[in-house]
């Protein structure tokens, strides 16, 4: 592990797993089979306001109350060998006042337990804000850059060989699969645009172009066996914005709609994708500059079992999901991305009916091309 993590008895792991350890905006700890503390984050140590060399000392198991909820949480993880979550867990740690947390628990496979909690607006931590985790998604991102081209090339050669030996109705899908690996080539070639000082190049747009894209692609994917509707404003004019962000944007929504409505198990799931003219409204930019109009809305709906109410205050900060296999990372890069068009993004839940809905910015009578920063 890196520096930032502080590590005792020489707790092995990957590369990977190790940075994102030391990234994670959440304070992590992990406790061994013999219930002492052997790791935690810097997230962690500034929570509680000491380094590993202090809080470790004596047992970590043996500190907790009587029938405090995070001995049943680790003795549950190593029990069912598998992360367990608990929402509202009082923590009463290291001398801190006990403050409320939502408390995740994970067996390492070793008998060690990774513990996770998320914290909001504890001791002095503002544990709302995004921007550290954003930076940890950056921080992977680079990391994995240079093993996804790898094999980006290769996928895009044999889709180019099954093009050219393809029936006349199936080369339309080779060529979307040769399509879908230049763009995340050139997102990959771009992961300095998640960052919070790269400039985002931008001009005009054709929504509906990016979200026909967006629809054939989970139409032979994510959508199959869902109804798949459309409701278009066909006057609407250009968006300001990165074509290929655009795409990842609402190929993230629709993809995560997608599996909502699949969750029905009925074979009624639906998503509906819809365009309006929303004048009026205007966002203002992290950086405290005028708000600018964004009056091109974009919805994507889904009759899914909707957004738990335990998740929907933090829903777009990093490492929260619903998903059991999740890395909660998609909503994130979501949110950095609409941000950065100097666009707005909320939503609404209820059992049934979950819209998000994307507020964007018109290009520029000229349509000259531009760039903006990545907090505008």
Not at 165 to 184: F, K, M, N, W, Y
Not at 227 to 243: A, R
Not at 268 to 290: E, M, N, Y
């Amino acid at each position: 592990m890196t520096d930032r993590a502080r590590v005792l008895g020489g707790v092995a792991t990957d590369a990977l797993k190790s940075a994102a350890f030391d990234l994670s905006p959440e304070p992590a700890l992990v406790v061994d089979r013999d219930g002492g503390l052997v790791a935690v984050n810097e997230a962690a140590e500034a929570l509680f306001g000491h380094g590993l060399s202090l809080l470790a000392r004596g047992r970590f198991r043996a500190a907790l109350p009587p029938g405090s909820v995070l001995v049943s949480l680790l003795d549950r993880a190593i029990s069912e060998g598998a992360l367990v979550r608990e929402h509202g867990v009082e923590v009463n740690l290291f001398g801190q006042p006990p403050f409320e947390a939502d408390g995740a628990a994970a067996p390492l496979g070793d008998g060690s337990v990774l513990l996770t909690l998320h914290v909001k607006g504890v001791l002095g931590v503002d544990r709302g804000a995004d921007t550290a985790g954003l930076r940890s998604v950056v921080g992977l991102g680079k990391m994995l850059a240079h093993e996804i081209k790898n094999p980006l090339a290769g996928i895009r050669g044999a889709a180019q060989l099954l093009k050219t030996g393809a029936s006349a109705v199936d080369q339309p899908l080779a060529q979307l699969i040769v399509d879908e690996t230049d763009r995340i080539r050139r997102l990959v070639d771009r992961m300095e645009a998640f960052s919070d000082d790269a400039p985002t190049p931008r001009e005009p747009v054709n929504i509906h172009q990016v979200l026909d894209r967006v629809r054939a692609l989970v139409a032979n994917g994510v959508a199959d066996g869902l109804q798949l509707k459309e409701s278009y404003d066909p006057s609407l004019p250009p968006v300001w914005g990165d074509e290929d962000h655009l795409i990842q944007i609402f190929l993230n929504l629709t993809k995560n709609a997608a599996e909502a409505a699949h969750m029905r198990g009925d074979g009624r799931g639906a998503i509906s994708i819809q365009t309006a003219w929303r004048p009026g409204v205007r966002v203002r930019g992290a950086d405290g500059k005028a708000a600018s109009g964004a009056p091109i809305e974009v919805r994507v709906i889904d009759n899914g079992p909707g957004v738990p109410t335990t998740l929907r205050d933090h829903l777009f900060q990093p490492f929260v999901t619903t998903k059991a296999n999740g890395t909660g990372l998609g909503l994130a890069l979501v949110t950095k991305l609409v941000t950065a068009h100097g666009g707005l993004i909320d939503f609404e839940s209820e059992p049934g009916r979950t819209v998000f809905r994307v507020l964007l910015p018109i290009a520029p009578q000229n349509g000259a091309s531009d760039t903006v920063s990545g907090d505008a």
